[in-house]
């Protein structure tokens, strides 16, 4: 009997808990996630279903794992998307690789969302609970290889970006915000009395999933949890024209109405965060990722360098 033959592929197990976080650990050693991170993007995700998330297992050992999803509540802005699925986490055990399990895996989550009625399958963007946005093409690039083997196509590739905020001379855009302010563009934190007004901004103007993180560190500040000030808003009057936000050394999302953009209002609200960022202590800012050159070109103006590159990827079925 072939070693292949002695793995059995099955759904997760509450008691699988410890062993599935040593698995991600050894398996996506860029992005191992801790016990929290897991009940609270994985378990409490209203789409997870623990019989899709696929666990490779021979001798009482697990060797992979595989998370796939698909909308099991509408989405805001998007609804069920009836015909995607997803996968957002997939590793196999380095000793574990060649030996067919990837393959098992992958082929076990592709008759799952055949038997769902979909259509595609994309590697990663999964909104709300993502891990990173596709794959890192030099850490994994070895996964990369083993997907675009199995038909999946690149369609797209975000990068994350991370910046020394110590030494940086904010003077300069000091500058610019007084030159704004003359012409009637205020740059500043948040009001709390504002809110109501933002998030009607936010649903108008900016995705959906920009939405839920503006409300949930609105959440947070309202419970003394978080600052206002991590909020940075463009104001002409009552309107307001674009704005960033920040949790920790994490900055973002970040955005302009379109209609404004160009006109330098972009580069003084992230200069203003970056700056309000470096006052409350923090020595660096990392953005997750973008897709968007126009923004990577502003971002290296304040320092930020790449740090990975993603491959999003998808397949039909």
């Known amino acids: 009997m072939s070693a292949l033959s002695e793995v059995v592929i099955r759904g997760y197990r509450p008691a699988d808990e410890a062993a599935l976080l040593a698995l991600w650990s050894a398996a996506l050693p860029l992005d191992a996630v801790d016990a929290g991170t897991l009940r609270r993007k994985v378990f409490c995700d209203p789409s997870f279903h623990a019989d899709w998330l696929l666990l490779a297992q021979r001798d009482g050992e697990l060797l992979g794992f595989l998370l796939a999803l698909i909308r099991r509540e509408p989405f805001p802005g998007v609804g069920l998307e009836p015909e995607r699925g997803w996968i957002t986490a997939f590793g196999v055990r380095p000793e574990a690789r060649r030996q067919g399990v990837g393959g098992r895996l992958l082929g076990e989550a592709l008759e799952l969302f055949r038997e ?40 797209s590739r975000p990068l994350s970006m991370d910046a020394n905020l110590v030494t940086f001379d904010f003077g300069p855009y000091r500058e610019r915000r007084a030159r704004l302010a003359g012409q009637g563009v205020v740059v500043r934190a948040l009001a709390p009395a504002e809110t109501p007004a933002f998030l009607a901004f936010l649903a108008e103007q900016m995705p959906p999933d920009w939405v839920r993180h503006a409300r949930e560190l609105l959440s947070d500040a309202a419970r003394g949890l978080a600052g206002y ?72 103006r304040f320092g930020f360098t790449e740090t990975r590159r993603f491959a999003v990827l998808r397949r039909g079925l």
Do not use: N
């Not at 794959?135 to 369609?155: I, N, S, T």
């Not at 404004?260 to 990392?286: N, P, Y």
């Open 116 to 155: 769902a009625g979909r259509t595609s399958v994309s590697i990663a963007p999964y909104v709300p609970c993502y891990f990173v946005p596709g794959v890192d093409v030099k850490a994994y690039a070895e996964g990369l290889a083993f997907l675009e083997k199995r038909g999946f196509e690149v369609v």
């Open 229 to 300: 000030d991590q909020v940075t808003v463009a104001a002409e009057g009552d309107a307001l024209l674009g704005y960033c936000q920040f949790g920790g050394e994490h900055f973002g999302p970040f955005g302009v109405r379109a209609e404004r953009q160009g006109q330098g209002i972009g580069t003084v609200l992230l200069a203003t965060a970056l700056e309000t960022m470096r006052a409350r202590g923090l020595h660096h800012a990392w953005v997750l990722w973008t897709s968007d050159e126009t923004a990577a070109r502003v971002y290296t």
